[in-house]
């Protein structure tokens, strides 16, 4: 019986752990999806302004240093799309086709739009081990839930504490008749 809460207990988990994760990752899909939308929407009225910008140059020799300047903040909102883009795809995970930027999945070999060869997702650090909560201890006699850091069972009364075994000591003494004061007591196995 204890073994099936036990299982139940950790089903909870895994679900609450799933939620939660999905949870951040719909957050941060929110997040980079609204951050996308003002790139874009900045990107289109710099873009109205440089083509009047551009109108308004002809024959201004003063007024390209201010087209080259709208080129180079649209180019930098382009990069900045680009990175917001494939953030957003890794969170879906997906990719974009080289060649036709089709959306595609993580696992796909070739673009299903234009037969293009993926890339080789590049080689991934191992993830560092999430920190787990301890595991529930149960009673090794009953079976029940250990009450936080409770010393003995509080159904059938069995200790939590399990009595580790005391290390042995020798005692070395010189031999009679030498002038060395006796050595310190060490453990088994140590040298003196």
Same mark, same amino acid.
């Given at each position: 019986? *204890?073994s099936?809460?036990?299982?139940?207990?950790k089903? +909870?988990?895994s $679900?609450a752990k799933t939620?939660?994760?999905?949870?951040?990752?719909?957050?941060?899909a !929110?997040? %980079?999806?609204?951050?996308l %939308?003002?790139?874009?929407e =900045? /990107?289109?009225?710099? +873009?109205? !302004?440089?083509g009047?910008?551009?109108? $308004?140059? /002809?024959?201004?020799d003063?007024? %390209?240093e201010h087209l080259?300047?709208?080129v180079r903040?649209?180019d930098?909102l382009?990069?900045?799309?680009?990175?917001v883009t494939a953030?957003?795809?890794?969170?879906?995970?997906?990719? %974009?086709c080289?060649?036709?930027?089709?959306?595609?999945?993580?696992? $796909?070999k +070739?673009c299903?739009?234009?037969g !293009?060869?993926m890339p080789e997702p590049?080689? /991934? *650090? $191992?993830? =560092?081990?999430?920190a787990?909560?301890?595991?529930?201890?149960?009673?090794?006699?009953?079976?029940?839930?250990?009450?936080?850091n409770?010393? +003995?069972?509080?159904?059938?009364?069995?200790?939590f504490e399990?009595e580790?075994p005391?290390?042995e000591?020798?005692i070395?003494?010189?031999?009679a008749?030498?002038?060395?004061?006796?050595?310190?007591?060490? /453990?088994?196995?140590d =040298?003196?």
């Amino acid at each position: 019986m *204890a073994s099936f809460f036990s299982d139940l207990g950790k089903t +909870f988990q895994s $679900a609450a752990k799933t939620i939660q994760k999905k949870t951040v990752e719909g957050v941060e899909a !929110t997040r %980079r999806n609204s951050e996308l %939308r003002a790139l874009r929407e =900045e /990107q289109k009225k710099l +873009f109205a !302004t440089l083509g009047e910008a551009y109108y $308004a140059a /002809q024959g201004d020799d003063d007024a %390209r240093e201010h087209l080259a300047l709208l080129v180079r903040r649209i180019d930098e909102l382009q990069e900045r799309i680009k990175t917001v883009t494939a953030e957003l795809d890794a969170l879906n995970d997906k990719q %974009r086709c080289p060649s036709c930027d089709a959306l595609v999945d993580k696992e $796909a070999k +070739f673009c299903p739009s234009c037969g !293009t060869k993926m890339p080789e997702p590049p080689a /991934q *650090a $191992a993830p =560092e081990p999430e920190a787990e909560a301890p595991a529930a201890e149960h009673c090794q006699k009953c079976g029940a839930l250990r009450q936080d850091n409770a010393r +003995f069972c509080a159904v059938c009364g069995q200790s939590f504490e399990a009595e580790s075994p005391k290390p042995e000591v020798e005692i070395t003494w010189p031999e009679a008749g030498t002038e060395e004061p006796p050595a310190e007591a060490t /453990q088994e196995g140590d =040298e003196p």
